[in-house]
Each structure stands twice: as C-alpha cells, then as structure tokens.
T-cell receptor
Framework: LAKTTQPISMDSYEGQEVNITCSHNNIATNDYITWYQQFPSQGPRFIIQGYKTKVTNEVASLFIPADRKSSTLSLPRVSLSDTAVYYCLVVINNAGNMLTFGGGTRLMVKP | DADVTQTPRNRITKTGKRIMLECSQT?????MYWYRQDPGLGLRLIYYSFDVKDINKGEISDGYSVSRQAQAKFSLSLESAIPNQTALYFC????????????????FGPGTRLTVL
C-alpha cells in the first residue's frame, strides 16, 4: 500500500482558502486518491476522490499533478465548522478497496 | 451517517469481561468493516466482511472476533477485554458497485467509546 505524508496540523481563518498537500511518492498505476474528514468523536466522512488532474464537487477540489506523486485538497472559503482532521488515503482500485488511515492533518479554523 | 448505527455508544467494562459491539445498517450495502481509533491517531482496520459468508482479518485482529449475522448486521466481540483495547470503535459500510474509475466510499457509524478498566 502506498504511504501518504501530510502536515500534522494547519491553521486558517474564516473565509480563507485552505490547501492541504499530501505526498504519495510510491503510488501505483491502479491507485486512487481519496480524502476523508473527521470531526471530534464522529466517524470519518468521505469528501472527494480522484485519479488524475482535477476533481471538484460541492465541498472541495482535488488537484493531482501528472506524476500523481502528490495531491492537494482545496477547501474554498473555510468556516469554523470546517475545523476537523483531514485524511489523505491512497486506495487500490480492486475488489478490496481497503482504506489505510494515517495520522491526518488537523485543521483549525479561527474566527 | 444515521443509516449506520452502533450500540452501545459508550461502554465501561473490566478486564477479562466479554464485550460485544453491534453495528446495523439500512443502506443495503454488502460490505462492512470494523475499525478502532486511538487518541490522536488514524483508524486501524480490525475485521471486514464483503458479504454474509465472508469474514476477513484486518491489520489488528488479535483479541477480537466478528460475526456477520445478516447483510445488515456486523458484530465485534472482545472475548476477554484488556485495558489496551480501550479505544473508539467505528463500524463502516460500503457498496462495491463496480463503477469504472471509482473506489468504494465508506460510510461510518457514530462510534462506540469503550473503556476497559
């Protein structure tokens, strides 16, 4: 399984755009990149997934360069309620689709 | 996600006791998972099941067992609880629809906080 590296923590202010970069140097051809969000004492929640280039949904955007060795989760105009832990995961697209969680990035949004 | 429920939500028990954590889902998903989370760390997979007759060990299965009684139910048991099993336990489900170009999205329950004294 490809290992991911992301910042342990980040601070931001309300209304700012937040970009969290994840490194996954040994990503394989069939691997997908997926991001989950976790609030304190709650289960993780899926945010976005992608394979290459750019993916956008109503919550976030995911940017993946051509070499796919990193990815960036972009949260536009964050609010206090976006304070959470964000996990970057690399998932093999096969029958298993197992998730392997690292430590995540703890985002603190300040007023 | 309200479609995935876990009982109990909190449990305090003593070393050596047998404990069962229950998970139920109304999403109609075939796949179910049990994870544990220790403070400040990510989730680790304990067991998973892809259908009623399928049980697989995850990363940290020692000291745990599971039962998939029906598509909608997946129980986790600690046969003889020990203090280092104190953690937050999450159940999750996913639906492998086989869509080209996608990996499963997992839907997590609210968690069970277990304390073993």
């Amino acid at each position: 399984l490809a290992k991911t590296t992301q910042p342990i923590s980040m601070d931001s202010y309300e209304g700012q755009e937040v970009n969290i970069t994840c490194s996954h140097n040994n990503i394989a051809t069939n691997d997908y990149i997926t991001w989950y969000q976790q609030f304190p004492s709650q289960g993780p929640r899926f945010i976005i997934q992608g394979y290459k280039t750019k993916v956008t949904n109503e919550v976030a955007s995911l940017f993946i360069p051509a070499d796919r060795k990193s990815s960036t989760l972009s949260l536009p105009r964050v609010s206090l309620s976006d304070t959470a832990v964000y996990y970057c995961l690399v998932v093999i697209n096969n029958a298993g689709n197992m998730l392997t969680f690292g430590g995540g990035t703890r985002l603190m949004v300040k007023p | 996600d309200a479609d995935v429920t876990q009982t109990p939500r909190n449990r305090i028990t003593k070393t050596g006791k047998r404990i069962m954590l229950e998970c139920s889902q109304t999403k109609g998903h075939d796949r179910m998972y049990w994870y544990r989370q220790d403070p400040g760390l990510g989730l680790r997979l304990i067991y998973y099941s892809f259908d009623v007759k399928d049980i697989n060990k995850g990363e940290i299965s020692d000291g745990y067992s599971v039962s998939r009684q029906a598509q909608a139910k997946f129980s986790l048991s600690l046969e003889s609880a020990i203090p280092n099993q104190t953690a937050l336990y999450f159940c999750a489900t996913s639906d492998h629809r086989g869509l080209a170009g996608e990996v499963d999205t997992q839907y997590f329950g609210p968690g069970t906080r277990l304390t073993v004294l």
